[in-house]
C-alpha cells in the first residue's frame, strides 16, 4: 500500500495507486474502491478529483502520453541530424513503453477511449506530433521524399507501437532491455531505409483529415 498522502496531492496519489492496481489485476480488475484502498484514504474520496474510474484511467492515459512524449524528444536530442532524431525517437517510444508498461496499457487498451476526453486526447495529439514534426524534419533535410508527413509518421508508429507492445507481453526471445532496444534500433534503420528510397508519389494518397460533416 502506498503512504497516506498529505494535503494537496491526493490526485497523484491516486494516480499512483491506480498504477499500481493496473500493474496487479489489470484493466479488468480496476475499481475505484481499490485505488482508495491501496492509497489510504476513504472509499469516497477519490471523488474529489474524478468523476469516475473512467476519469481516473483517462487522467492516467494523459499522465501516460505526456512521459511518452518526454521520452522521445529527450531521446532524439542526441541525434547529429534530422534522421538519427527521427530514429532516437522510436527507440525513446520503446523505452517508455519498457518503463511505464502499466500507462501503456492504458493508453491503448482501456475500453473507453480516449479521444473522448479532452486531456489525454490532446495528451496523445502531442505526442503524435513530435513523432510527424522529427518525419518533416527529415523531409526539409531531404533525407526523406517529400510526401504524406502523416502518412509516414503513421508508418514509423506501427514499427515502434508493434515492437512496444510484444516487448511488454514478453513475445521476443530475448528480455533484457538492452537487447530489445538494440532491436528497435536495427528495425527503425531499415525502416527509415526502406522509406528513403521510395518515391514521393508512393507517399501521397487520400487525405487523411478528419472529414467535414455536411451543413444542415
Known sequence: MLPPYHHGNLKQVLLDASVDLIGTVGL???????????AGVSHNAPY????????????????????????????????????ERLRL?????VD??????QHFVVMFESPQ????????REAGERAFGSLTRYIG???????????????????AWSLVHGIAKLACNGRFPFHKKANVLAFTDMATQA????????????ISGPSLSPKKRPCR
Request: aromatic residues 6%; charged residues 25%.
Open 96 to 101: 517508455f513503453a519498457l518503463r511505464f508498461p
Open 191 to 202: 525502416l527509415l531505409s526502406g522509406i528513403a528510397c521510395l518515391p514521393s508519389k508512393s
Open 48 to 83: 474529489r478529483h474524478f468523476r469516475d474510474k473512467d476519469d481516473v484511467l483517462n487522467a492516467v492515459a494523459a499522465e501516460g502520453f505526456n512521459r511518452l512524449t518526454e521520452s522521445m524528444t529527450k531521446a532524439a536530442e542526441s541525434g547529429s541530424n534530422a534522421m
Open 89 to 93: 525517437s522510436g527507440r525513446g517510444y
Open 28 to 38: 479488468a480488475g480496476f475499481t475505484l474502491r481499490e485505488v482508495a484502498r491501496r
Open 113 to 120: 477511449p480516449i479521444k473522448t476526453n479532452p486531456e489525454s
Open 137 to 155: 524534419e527529415c523531409q526539409k533535410e531531404g533525407s526523406l521524399p517529400e510526401g504524406d508527413s502523416t502518412r509516414l509518421a503513421l508508418l
